[in-house]
């Protein structure tokens, strides 16, 4: 594996290239060069199948992570190729061509993260909710619970129990207290 | 005759003609028949075939119960066959196939699962309830013929239960449809469903299973609820 990914590096500026297991490495490539290395990962080195493909916000670095997980089913390892977008302006090259199970890791990931991908079928099309008008959801500057009490008539008066305080408190009322019940109980 | 007198006569024959032809391809539709031109939510007319014209423009109507004996006959008559729609909206409709089972055995208390909402008069809201599934709900719930019940299963339906901060589901049910019964637990089990039942039916036998004219009563309000929160209403306002 390390000699494949020195290879690779040869070819491509690899970033954080992380050896998560034997069989399973991280890199971070430039977004213009990030297509162009899947591509060249498929159609030259077997990395045939596309596991998953995914977008984490990282909200303190200003940017969105895009990670492409690729599989060879001949060499029986991983790899997983990382994006870093602008976080203000995100737009990343449609990978639709590839495989066509990027369309709908596109159209979700435009839906969840405002993650724009021109030219991918489908993608301004609803996903999972319906008419969303707020900013995307998945992101971390969306307080969802602020949301939803603005938006669903919350019944208020709302109480949580510790089970097994709820519990012994109900089954054993006059069971004595121990120390460090007492000091939970505080 | 001339000729120009000739051919004056066969054109004003020739449209005479045309004109009967028309009439009477006119008399052969029934007014009946006749395409009924109504707005469509979007506000463009469309015309709608009698044929399929499931295209309704008319709000609920209250229903004022009969009173007297035919009204506790006509109440213990519809406690007797609570007939249920199997529409599963949450996590809550894996307690509703032990119900069809030897075990729990809901036939021998008159309720029974329907395939339809035409055929069904109580409708199960199982468990969380999101915007898009409520927009079906409310669709469904309006083409079953009244009068109907609704039984909240879970705890989200009551308070959002565990799911009660989340962007895509809703917290009480009651601000959109009407509401009979509600049973809490996260999960109810069937033990509790068949509690529901019977609490829905002594309501029902009570004469207090009025919700569906509670809702043609305010239907503007529940209609106003609904329009908050599902933002893209695509579908027709009434439609039973």
């Known amino acids: 594996m390390k000699q494949f990914i020195e290879k690779l590096s040869s070819k491509y500026d690899l970033q954080e290239v992380v050896y998560q297991r034997d069989n399973l490495v991280f890199a971070a490539i430039s977004k213009e060069n990030a297509i162009e290395a899947v591509t060249y990962l498929r159609d030259y080195e077997g990395f045939t199948h596309l596991v998953m493909m995914s977008c984490v916000d990282w909200i303190e670095d200003g940017k969105f992570q895009l990670l492409y997980l690729l599989n060879s089913p001949e060499k029986k390892c991983d790899i997983g190729i990382k994006v870093y977008l602008d976080r203000e302006n995100p737009v990343m090259v449609s990978a ?10 596109q ?15 489908r993608v301004d099309e ?5 008419g969303w008008d707020d900013i995307p959801f998945m992101r971390r500057d969306f307080d969802t619970h602020e949301y939803a009490e ?4 919350p019944r208020g008066n709302r109480k949580t129990n510790d089970p097994a305080e709820y519990m012994r408190k109900k089954l054993y009322p006059n069971q004595p207290v121990t120390a460090k019940q007492r000091k939970d109980d505080k | 005759m001339s000729e120009l007198d000739l051919n004056d006569k066969m054109s004003e024959m020739l449209a005479k003609s045309e004109a009967n032809v028309k009439s009477s391809k006119k008399n052969f539709t029934r007014p009946e028949d006749e395409l009924r031109e109504v707005v469509a939510p979007d506000g463009s007319i ?7 014209d499931y295209f309704s423009d008319e709000k609920p109507k209250e229903e004022k119960p009969r009173g007297g004996v035919v009204e506790k006959f006509l109440n213990w008559a519809r406690s007797e ?15 509703i196939p032990p119900l069809v089972t030897p075990r729990f055995d809901m036939f021998r208390y008159g309720v029974e699962m329907r395939p339809t909402p035409r055929q069904s008069n109580a409708f199960i809201i199982s468990g969380y309830l999101s915007v898009k599934t409520l927009k079906r709900v409310i669709r469904t719930y309006e083409q079953m013929p009244s009068p109907k019940y609704i039984i909240a299963l879970g705890s989200c339906t009551i308070n959002g239960g565990m799911y009660y901060d989340s962007y895509s ?23 509790a469903l068949l509690h529901g039942f019977a609490k829905l039916k002594q309501l029902i036998k009570e004469g207090k299973g009025e919700k569906a004219n509670e ?3 305010n239907f503007d309000e529940y209609k106003a609820n609904q329009k908050k929160i599902i933002k893209d209403w695509n579908m027709p306002d009434y439609n039973w």
């Open chain 1, 96 to 105: 639709h061509h590839l495989w066509k199970s990027v369309w709908t890791y």
């Open chain 1, 107 to 121: 159209r979700e990931i435009k839906e969840f993260y405002g993650v724009d991908f021109p030219g991918s079928p």
């Open chain 1, 126 to 130: 609803n996903f999972v909710v319906e």
């Open chain 1, 150 to 153: 603005k938006t669903y008539f």
């Open chain 2, 46 to 52: 469309i015309k709608i075939n009698p044929l399929y």
């Open chain 2, 81 to 95: 066959s609570i007939w249920v729609l199997g529409f599963g909206t949450g996590c809550g409709s894996i307690e």
């Open chain 2, 169 to 191: 589901t809703i917290n009480r049910l009651d601000k959109y449809i009407p509401v009979d019964v509600y049973i809490a637990g996260c999960m109810p089990r069937p033990e």
């Open chain 2, 215 to 217: 809702y043609a009563r």
